[in-house]
């Protein structure tokens, strides 16, 4: 038998190849390929069958499929017999299956080979191999199945193991002078994964090294402009440092942040505490392994603090997702406002559960009291992450990055962007597909930052709240600001903790919050622009309006495919009348379930008859004015002024004409409302004003009088 995952789900016996049967079981059989050897629980099969909502019948379908894979492998097997090849396992099934038989086997094999070869100095033995490896890649993996069960971390998992490959195979390469053996691979993984800038920088160095440095150039300046168009963002340092060595014809070594290959067990870059193992599905084979601690993989931003650097490194499976809405506040009745709670109900420290910090004694489920920490804290795992947001499309891209981010060596990564554009929603859905990385836990706070009804938190009012989490007694909790830190950065510094600061105000607010372990992982997300955050080593992600077709997908997620269906133009209106701003696409779909027996027309009319004024998205309105509040005086009365300027964007020249003040000024302030997220700056020097704030801005010069005063 032959079996092919790395590409169309194939399978023949010896010349003949045979038919998977429909698409859904062609799906199991490519799951049980990406687990070959290994057996598959039957959770996780229903899992990627039914990634939505598994119909009742599923187990019996399941069983189903079973029998007509085995029929299919061993045609001559009698009725219920379990052959040799489909094996029942404890909950589950396994695919028993030669190394030689399965391609993703033979990949693995041959990538292994590669790796001991370039740690042992071999480099060009290691092109060779991980050549021939790639050699198995013939496009995207389990071709031929259900995009939705394509999608699952099983799959991304596998692709995201060959684009490692293709990153061993241009270093090796380059390493021993035989470039172009490298070049097809980097072709292919370019193409697909576009927004990729560790491969791209191969790819320029590779073009370059085989004497085709125009095209070098050229590829560069293409990934430039994408980067651009789709993430408003300019080439990082590893990028732009493939770049420069192409301009100076220096592309005699390998890239200095690639991959670095150590044989035997991975070399731990932290100390962790002893915890259950991660739930989550762990690769289908290993990953390659970290550098050293002394030598970080991508270094940290030094010039280039406006934007984030060339990723590396290995991320963990993960799924995209847009989401609507921001997360709770917290805890409500805590003292601490904005805590986030365990499971259950219960604070992170056991004070309400059954366990009692210190004693060693399990406290809520999730937040797992353990033997005694340093400082007298018991050792917890919070796990205070809010909810996610169930209906979540698109925001592919954007999660393909945080990946790339949280798998290198950034301690701190910041969402920003518009209110209500999703950013609290990303990061959350993020965080709970990113929790069997960091196993000790994870902790939450809403920062309130832009909140207009309550003041933002206090940072030592949240450090007292994650120490409680963490485990330690009020009674423990030093007094002030630098102690609190003090101890919380203490009891971090051995542990690998997730850290999702929600709504941050400002660098200030931030500061004590930061874990400085090298486990951990500060996932921030913020209105404003937070340039000394970024300018500290943050890597910075601002989201933009989804595209059309991801709004119109969110709309149909809320409110349901069918009654979108129904009516699209409807849709398409409510679509572009919200601007596509996922907040105010969750205001509407509130409205239009609160309306079942209405056409969305009638929805779409309502947003008509508003059109002008947010009366029919209060909840948006409310949004931009916690932004809105915090703008100093001549900042809000530039703001208040921009709608009167016509023409898609504004320069600072056209705004200084608008509001009588020097270029100069008016370039500054522009620059204010573009890091307080109230424009958008494309280009450089050009602004431009989201439908909704211009209406926004439009109401407010109406309510203040005079656009000029305040």
Not at 68 to 78: T, V
Not at 519 to 537: K, N, W
Not at 597 to 607: I, Q
Request: glycine letters at 12%; one cysteine or more.
């Amino acid at each position: 038998m032959r079996f092919e995952v790395l590409g169309p789900v194939r399978v023949w016996r010896e010349e003949r190849e045979l038919d998977p049967g429909f698409p859904q079981q062609r799906a199991l059989l490519a799951l049980l390929l990406a687990h070959a050897g290994r057996s598959v629980p039957t959770t996780g099969i229903v899992d990627v069958l039914w990634a939505e909502r598994p119909p009742a019948s599923a187990l019996n379908v399941v069983r189903r499929y079973v029998g007509a894979l085995r029929r299919l492998l061993e045609p001559g097997l009698p009725p219920r017999a379990p052959g040799r090849r489909l094996l029942r396992r404890s909950g589950g099934y396994l695919l028993e299956a030669a190394t030689d038989e399965v391609d993703l086997l033979r990949f693995r094999e041959l990538t292994r080979q590669g790796k001991r070869a370039a740690a042992t100095g071999r480099a060009e033995t290691a092109a060779r191999q991980f050549v021939l490896a790639l050699g198995e890649w013939r496009g995207q993996v389990a071709m031929g199945i259900p995009a939705s069960a394509r999608e699952h971390v099983q799959f991304t998992a596998v692709q995201r193991e060959l684009l490692e490959t293709v990153r061993l195979a241009a270093d090796a390469a380059l390493l021993c002078g035989h470039a172009e053996q490298a070049l097809p691979a980097l072709r292919r993984a370019t193409a697909h994964d576009p927004l990729d800038e560790s491969l791209h920088a191969r790819l320029v160095l590779v073009l370059a090294a085989c004497g085709l440095q125009a095209e070098a150039l050229g590829a560069y300046e293409d990934v430039r402009r994408r980067l651009a168009r789709d993430l408003g963002l300019i080439p990082g340092t590893e990028l732009a440092a493939a770049h420069t060595r192409v301009l100076r014809q220096d592309v005699g070594h390998r890239l200095e942040s690639g991959p670095v290959v150590h044989l035997g067990r991975p070399i731990p870059t932290t100390k962790t505490t002893t915890t259950p193992a991660p739930t989550t599905p762990a690769p289908a084979a290993p990953l390659p392994p970290g550098p050293p601690t002394p030598g970080p993989a991508v270094p940290a931003p030094a010039t280039n603090g406006n934007r984030p650097l060339g990723p590396t490194g290995a991320p963990a499976p993960s799924k995209g997702t847009l989401g609507t809405g921001a997360p709770g506040s917290g805890a409500p009745g805590t003292g601490m406002p904005g805590i986030g709670m365990c499971a259950e109900g219960e604070f992170g420290a056991g004070v309400s559960g059954s366990g009692t910090p210190g004693s060693g004694t399990p406290g809520p489920e999730g937040c797992g009291v353990g033997t005694d920490a340093p400082g007298g804290a018991a050792s917890v795992r919070p796990a205070q992450l809010p909810p996610a947001l169930p209906s979540f499309v698109g925001r592919v891209v954007e999660s393909a990055w945080l990946e790339r981010a949280a798998g290198s060596a950034a301690g701190v990564v910041l969402v920003g962007g518009m209110a209500g554009i999703g950013k609290s929603t990303l990061a959350l859905h993020w965080a709970h597909r990113a929790t069997g990385r960091f196993p000790d836990g994870q902790l939450y706070v809403a920062l309130r930052g832009s909140d207009a009804a309550r003041p933002a938190v206090e940072s030592a009012d949240a450090l007292r709240g994650m120490l409680a989490a963490l485990g330690v007694p009020a009674s423990r909790m030093p007094d002030g600001l630098d102690a609190l830190t003090g101890m919380y950065r203490t009891l971090l510094a051995r542990r690998r903790v997730l850290v999702v600061l929600d709504d941050a105000a400002g660098t200030g607010q931030l500061s004590p919050l930061l874990p400085t372990g090298p486990g951990c992982l500060a996932l921030v997300t913020s209105r404003h622009a937070l340039p000394g955050l970024v300018a500290s080593g943050a890597r910075p992600l601002r989201l933009s309006t989804p595209p059309a077709e991801e709004a119109y997908g969110l709309l149909a997620g809320l409110i349901g495919a069918g009654r979108v269906a129904a009516e699209p133009r409807a849709a398409d209106e409510i679509v572009a009348r919200c601007g596509r701003l996922p907040l105010a696409l969750a205001t509407v779909a509130v409205r239009a379930a609160g309306l079942r027996d209405f056409p969305l027309a009638a929805v779409a009319g309502e947003l008509r008859e508003a059109h002008g004024s947010l009366d029919a998205l209060a909840a948006t309105r409310e949004a931009f004015q916690g932004s809105y509040r915090l703008l100093a005086p001549d900042s809000a009365r530039l703001f208040r002024l921009l709608p009167r300027h016509e023409g898609p964007d504004v320069t600072p020249a056209g705004a200084a004409a608008l509001a009588g003040l020097p270029v100069r000024r008016a370039r500054l302030l522009l620059g204010v409302l573009a890091d307080a997220h109230l424009l958008t700056e494309p280009a450089p020097g050009r602004y431009t004003l989201h439908d909704l704030l211009r209406v926004f801005a439009t109401e407010r010069a109406a309510a203040e009088g005079r656009p000029g005063g305040r």
